[in-house]
């Protein structure tokens, strides 16, 4: 294959129906035929990256490799492609327009007039052409029409012309609702999104229509005539019981083959015929407990559901942390009960910290599965201090400046580090891979593969133990103290002895999980779940 070739995958009607999963299937499908695939997200936001954005309203933040925080969409990416996403995969207008800023103020456009053709659109194209693959997938974020992204469509347009139009397929995702009222299909709005399209300059070569159940012909039909194409190019993407099931489902309707006839790519019929994803078809049903005060949308700890779907287990209930903040404790005992395991997950802020420790304590005294991430981690650390070491008062510097126990502080403090010439600058999170070192006789030895490893992590705080060694034992077996579990410059893992499962972590095993390779954290808190719910 010479040129490089472009798939562009752009979306219709409104947004949320799915462009991500799509184009993450997509490449899952291309590289089953042995392709090299890499991706490009762009989201038009002026953000420049999705550091301070709020999970609530935007889903959560994907930590990569190399320490960028970007739109979960990028975790799509992983978990199908199977390869770590970099900052270069994630394209948003915030970076954009800085660097075109920056170059206007250095003098490098030489006195031109600075406007949006030829320069913004310069820039982007850039951009695009930085990752060099043999494919490249560009998701580009939002609606056709919305105002941001014209930009962005008006460059891949562009490069199309410039790089040659028989090396892109554009392929448009659209939802068609289905009217009850009626009994049909309403097409319309599909054909107002490609003519929107068109006026941009791009025919769609391909249009995905989502439905909540299997569209008719007709309809199908009437989107290829407005559309302007073929009908073997107008694909129906049903709803269906997981994500994981899409790769399948588009290879049943030929999309690798039709992909491959546009763009001029090797086939394979025998390998197209026998594509499938590692991924689990039955799964159990076992109730877990993901405690949050992150509640406005599921996508908010994303990875972490999907880590608990790729283990072969029904998606945990999100539990608002601030109703388990108001409980008597009594009652929280019974609602906590039909639980046989817990998660706190990573955040940040004060509110509903109380809610979160108190569902901890349960975990710690009734013997149930709980694992800890990032927040999590250090919330265990709290909890033991005040209710097993009788710190009253115990706390984190984050939530409470003055705590007579600061038994998590930030890196900074902790380590004197204001005068030094090192990388924890005050306040500074600390983002991306980090080398970690597992302690011998521990839980966590015997979970992974390997003794030394590279986790990601996003965080400002960290176990303050040197200041509490009557909190803490490396390696112990004594189980009146917390044991450390992993190390790196900072404590990475505690975990007690005479607990099941009783893991804190301070990084995000979450963001590693892949189709067929769940982090492997994830499948032993399953186990003991399991056993757990056997038991009670």
């Known amino acids: ?47 420049v990256d999705a550091g301070n954005m709020n999970p609530n309203q935007h889903g959560e933040i994907f930590v990569t490799e190399d320490g960028y925080e970007a739109d979960l969409d990028l975790g799509h990416y992983e978990r199908f492609l199977g390869i770590d996403m970099k900052r270069f995969n994630n394209m948003t207008a915030g970076q954009v327009y800085k660097s075109v800023i920056e170059k206007e103020r250095e003098g490098k456009y030489l006195g031109a007039t600075v406007q949006m053709v030829p320069h913004v659109t310069g820039r982007i194209k850039e951009r695009i052409e930085e990752i060099d693959s043999e494919i490249l997938l560009v998701e580009v974020g939002g609606t056709v029409g919305d105002i941001e992204g014209e930009i962005f469509l008006e460059a891949v347009r562009e490069l199309s012309f410039e790089k040659g139009r028989e090396n892109f397929l554009f392929i448009h995702v659209t939802f068609v609702p ?69 790769p399948e489902e588009l290879n049943k309707k030929n999309l690798p083959f039709l992909i491959s006839n546009k763009l001029g790519l090797p086939t394979n019929k025998s390998c197209r015929e026998n594509i499938k994803l590692k991924s689990p078809k039955t799964f159990k049903n076992l109730r877990i407990a993901l405690i949050s005060k992150y509640t406005g949308t599921d996508d908010a700890h994303k990875s972490i559901m999907e880590s608990i779907f790729l283990s072969g287990v029904n998606r945990p209930d999100i539990i608002n942390a601030d109703e388990l903040e108001e409980m008597e404790e009594e ?16 955040g940040f802020g004060k509110r509903a910290i109380e809610g979160k420790i108190k569902a901890i304590k349960y975990a710690r005294e009734h013997k149930v599965p709980i694992l800890g991430i990032s927040l999590g ?130 990084y995000h095993p979450e963001f590693k999980s892949k189709v067929g390779k769940p982090h492997p954290l994830f499948p032993a808190f399953i186990e003991a779940v399991e056993n757990y719910s056997k038991d009670n």
């Open 178 to 246: 289905y009217l009850n009222v009626t009994n049909e299909f309403k097409t319309k709005p599909t054909q107002q999104s490609i003519q929107l399209l068109r006026r941009i300059g791009i025919q769609p070569d391909m249009i995905l229509v989502r439905t909540e159940k299997e569209i008719d012909l007709p309809s199908l039909e009437k989107i290829a005539l407005f559309g302007g194409v073929p009908l073997e190019f107008v694909i129906n993407l049903p709803d269906l019981n997981n994500v994981y099931e899409v």
């Open 1 to 47: 294959m010479s040129a490089k070739k472009y798939i562009i995958v752009t979306g219709g009607v409104l947004s949320g129906i799915g462009k991500g999963v799509t184009s993450a299937a997509i490449g899952r499908l291309l590289k089953e035929f042995g392709l090299e695939v890499n991706s490009l997200k762009i989201d038009p936001y002026l953000n």
């Open 331 to 346: 009652n929280l005992k019974i609602f906590l009960k039909k639980y046989s395991g817990i998660i706190i997950p990573g």
């Open 377 to 506: 981690m250090q919330l265990m650390v709290i909890e033991f201090a005040r209710n097993v070491k009788g710190l009253v008062g115990a706390n984190s510097t984050e939530f409470d400046e003055n705590t007579p126990y600061p038994v998590v502080d930030l890196i900074e403090k902790i380590y004197n580090l204001s005068n030094k010439d090192n990388e924890y600058e005050y306040n500074k999170m600390r983002l991306g891979a980090h080398k970690i070192d597992i302690l011998p006789n521990t839980k966590l030895y015997n979970i992974y593969p390997e003794n030394t490893i590279f986790e990601r992590h996003r965080h400002k705080h960290v176990v303050n133990y040197e200041k509490f060694p009557e909190i803490f034992e490396k390696s112990t077996n004594n189980f009146d103290k917390i044991t450390i579990a992993a190390m790196s410059d900072f404590v990475e893992a505690i975990e007690l002895k005479n607990h099941p499962f009783f893991i804190g972590v301070q």
